[in-house]
């Protein structure tokens, strides 16, 4: 596989600047300018791409009120049926052009987690830049072939999987036509927990499957993505609202528009931070070279006088002999009559 992704010419890669995507998801409360309030707010908080869902609820789930259908096990939306939720949430269609076309006069990269083949189809008649796969669509082989034989890139969630789930996805992607794919680790609890985050999965994702990681997060604040980015997340994809009271299936777990460009700075200073392996002294760090500690003399001392420990000590600055010929000084005698405070050199050490 590809070490690198290419979307609409944007590299994605670990020697490239993290990729930010903010989810619209149900955040629009089926409210068309919320919906373009939230995509302004994504470009001002400094994401990439805004990513949204293209689904009804009846090519999502069936309408149905058995139990199969109810959703349960301490969710946000337990008590629901499946139909009742998606609903609630999906994004309107005819909306999703529109959105796509503000975006791109944005500057910015729109592209849509397809839930069906009609979905994919859709999506292609906008000539999405790349395609998502959800995290509980990864095992819809069908599906994922589908978007595979687009010949676009690929972004794959990996929410519940287990790594021989992941390789299965994977091969059916590049068996269809892929040559991108990236990989998201995902939590899919809303909330999650950071200590559900398991993001040391991130560098095994990459290594594992030759592709470049990210992160698509649940969980609540901006540490999170920010440690992923220190672990090698190539992007990183996070729901955004325009405030949490406005309510909705997914705000409760969305970020703000400040705290969105809170985590767009923090994951920008994360990657300045990271650097290159060195063991040299930078260029403005070599300026503090001179405030290692060297060796003086700290008492005055008299021609043939002994240098002992009470008058030649390792102290601050740098001036003198390196520390490391303490012991060889000892015993030694002076050459000459040497002031106290004077930086030790081997000329003011009698041979």
């Known amino acids: 596989m590809a070490e690198n992704v290419y979307i609409s010419g944007r590299k994605i890669g670990y020697d490239s600047l993290t990729y930010i995507v903010a989810e619209l998801s149900a955040n629009h409360n089926q409210n068309f300018e919320q919906a ?8 001002d908080a400094g994401a990439d791409a805004v990513k949204l869902q293209t689904y009804t609820a009846d090519t999502i789930t069936l309408r149905s009120d058995k139990e199969y259908f109810r959703i349960s096990g301490g969710t946000l939306w337990d008590g629901r049926t499946l139909h009742d939720l998606y609903q609630q949430a999906f994004t309107p269609w005819e909306w999703q052009p529109k959105l796509k076309q503000i975006a791109d006069d ?19 008649q ?76 991130i560098p095994e994702l990459a290594r594992r499957f030759g592709v470049p990681a990210g992160l698509s997060d649940h969980t609540m604040g901006i540490a999170v993505p920010v440690a992923a980015v220190a672990l090698g997340a190539c992007i990183i994809e996070k729901h955004l609202c325009l405030a949490r009271a406005d309510g909705g299936p997914d705000s409760a777990f969305s970020l703000e528009p400040e705290e969105f460009k809170a985590m767009v700075d923090a994951v920008r200073t ?46 601050r600055p740098a001036d003198g002999l390196h520390p490391r010929h303490l012991g060889e000084v000892l015993g030694k005698r002076a050459a000459c009559d040497i002031e106290r405070g004077t930086p030790l050199s081997w000329a003011l050490v009698a041979r």
């Open 106 to 124: 944005l500057g910015m990269h729109l592209f849509s987690s397809a839930f069906d083949d009609t979905a994919v189809d859709f999506l292609e």
């Open 126 to 201: 906008m000539n999405v830049p790349a395609h998502k796969v959800a995290s509980p669509e990864l095992v819809d082989i069908g599906l994922i072939q589908k978007m595979a034989r687009t010949g676009k890139p690929l972004i794959m969630s990996t929410g519940m999987a287990s790594e021989e789930e992941i390789h299965e996805a994977v091969q059916a992607a590049c068996n269809a036509g892929a040559s991108q794919i990236a990989l998201l680790k995902c939590t899919s609890v809303y909330p999650a927990l950071p200590e559900e985050a398991n993001l040391l999965t």
């Open 270 to 315: 994360a990657e300045k931070a990271l650097g290159s392996p060195q063991f040299s002294p930078g260029k403005r760090e070599a300026n503090s070279l001179k405030f290692r500690r060297s060796l003086f003399v700290v008492e005055n001392v008299k021609r043939g006088e002994m240098f002992t420990k009470q008058n030649v000590r390792s102290i």
């Open 36 to 43: 373009v309030r939230i995509i302004h707010a994504a470009k």
